[in-house]
């Protein structure tokens, strides 16, 4: 059967001749090209209109100087997108050297208003709250973008730096039938009249899974039903989970961090240079990381800071902020770990320490003074994890699933959990978890 012949009498559209990105006009002197993006400025002189164009790769300098193309812009807003014809040209007051002389503009989408705020300003005037409001305009001021670059970056390293080390990426369920830890910040969720929640972390998930691949890791969102309103915290977030088998002790677990941290922090460098010179940031180093037990913890507490935390089962956001600058000041370290946490204060799998059960083999990695890792050694004892649970009151019965990979054999295994938003926070500089979160869910805040 002969296929149908369709014509069109529309002409040809320019589209069709390649994009070239604002960063690549200078290698590019006298060829005609077309660049797309957002209308940033517009500076009219005379007889000559400038522009400043912004695209993913950064901004470009346009010269009008045609009266129909300035008549065309007129009214023209900021963030307006535009499909920009003409020639470039060599001018080394141009931001890369170089300029697009127009011959023709294509309005792809207009704004016909004044936008609620200014992005063209080195830092966003708007209060934290009034821009989150605005976010899907707010996010496109510099500082928010470089942000979220170095966000991606990071998750970058962190996969590559495990990929190379035979781990292998999982995707766990972010709807569950019991609380991971058995307690009771968790959202419940309607789930065909049975009772649900959305995950809490993938800890029992990823525990499971050293009994498939030995060595797993996931980037995923975490929820908790905490009613807290402070800058470090958000209800949901993304974690950055890994187990893996075969360890001696927590010990092995906080070795991989390290190195994890250095090969995170070089992605960063190598592919969000931009983002961070325009936040002003200079990546940490992370060389011998000092190591304290809880209870070293706190006689430091006491003695350089005068506060008298003994006896306490963790460790105040004061108290981290102390042991930061001691770290800082005794080691020139932005890094310290603590180990040792009290068992009892700790979730059910967490393995106790053998010599000290009353203490166990876990670990906080604390960053400028702020807890950021949270990891430790697993009880891989399937009796030892049963005897556990009943003794703190968890019925073994919702988590036969989890028990079962332990029935039947798993090795000595530990892992941890970074949050990312936090890390990245810290790393930046800023004052609230929320300033680089593209949409914070938090106590308060269910949209955009």
């Keep these: 059967m002969p296929q149908p012949q369709f014509h069109s009498t529309a002409p040809s559209p320019r589209a069709h001749q390649p994009r070239t990105l604002a960063a690549s006009l200078a290698t590019m002197i006298d060829q005609q090209v077309t660049i797309s993006g957002w209308l940033m400025t517009r500076r009219d002189l005379g007889a000559v209109s400038f522009l400043v164009v912004r695209d993913r790769s950064g901004t470009a300098q346009v010269v009008v100087e045609s009266e129909g193309l300035r008549e065309k812009l007129a009214g023209l807003q900021v963030e307006s997108v535009v499909a920009i014809h003409g020639r470039v040209v060599a001018e080394p007051r141009a931001r890369g050297g170089a300029e697009l002389h127009a011959r023709d503009i294509d309005i792809l989408a207009q704004v016909s208003e004044p936008l609620p705020f200014e992005l063209n300003r080195k830092t966003l005037a708007p209060s934290l709250d009034i821009w989150l409001d605005r976010a899907p305009l707010a996010l496109r001021h510099e500082s928010k973008r470089a942000a979220l670059e170095i966000t991606a970056a990071l998750v970058d390293g962190y996969r590559s730096a495990l990929r190379q080390r035979g781990f292998v990426e999982i995707f766990t369920p972010k709807i569950v039938g019991s609380a991971t830890e058995g307690g009771a910040n968790v959202f419940p969720v309607a789930y065909f009249g049975r ?12 525990q499971i899974m050293v009994g498939v ?34 360890i001696q002790d927590h010990r092995d677990v906080m ?10 922090l070089a992605a960063i460098g190598e592919r969000a240079g931009a983002a961070l010179e325009t936040l002003g940031v200079t990546l940490p180093a992370v060389g011998d990381i000092p190591i304290v037990g809880f209870s070293e913890a706190q006689e ?17 956001p004061q108290h981290e902020r102390w042991l930061g600058e001691w770290a800082r000041r005794e080691h020139n370290s932005e890094w310290i770990f603590v180990e040792g946490y009290p068992t009892a204060k700790r979730p059910f799998y967490t393995m106790p320490n053998p010599e000290a ?6 670990f906080d990695l604390l960053f400028r003074g702020l807890e950021l890792i949270t990891g430790g050694q697993r009880e891989h004892r399937y009796n030892r994890l049963v005897e556990t649970m009943e003794a703190r009151q968890i019925d073994p019965a919702p988590f036969v699933g989890y028990l079962d990979a332990f029935r039947f ?20 500089g800023a004052a609230n978890v929320r300033e680089i979160t593209a949409f914070p869910r938090d106590i308060n805040r269910l949209t955009p």
């Design 195 to 206: 009772d649900a929640y959305l995950a809490q972390s993938p800890q029992l998930y990823k």
């Design 213 to 246: 691949h030995e060595r797993v890791f996931e980037v995923g969102p975490v929820f908790r039903a905490e009613p807290h309103a402070t800058t470090r915290h958000l209800n949901e977030y993304i974690s950055l989970d890994l187990e893996m088998g075969f």
């Design 255 to 264: 070795a991989l961090i390290a190195e994890l941290l250095r090969e995170m």
């Design 300 to 316: 430091i507490i006491l003695r350089e800071f005068g506060e008298d935390a003994r006896g306490e089962p963790d460790l105040a």
């Design 357 to 362: 059960p009353a203490a166990s083999n876990s």
């Design 409 to 428: 054999g798993m090795p000595p295994e530990g892992g941890c959990a970074i949050g990312l938003e936090r890390f990245v926070a810290q790393l930046v």
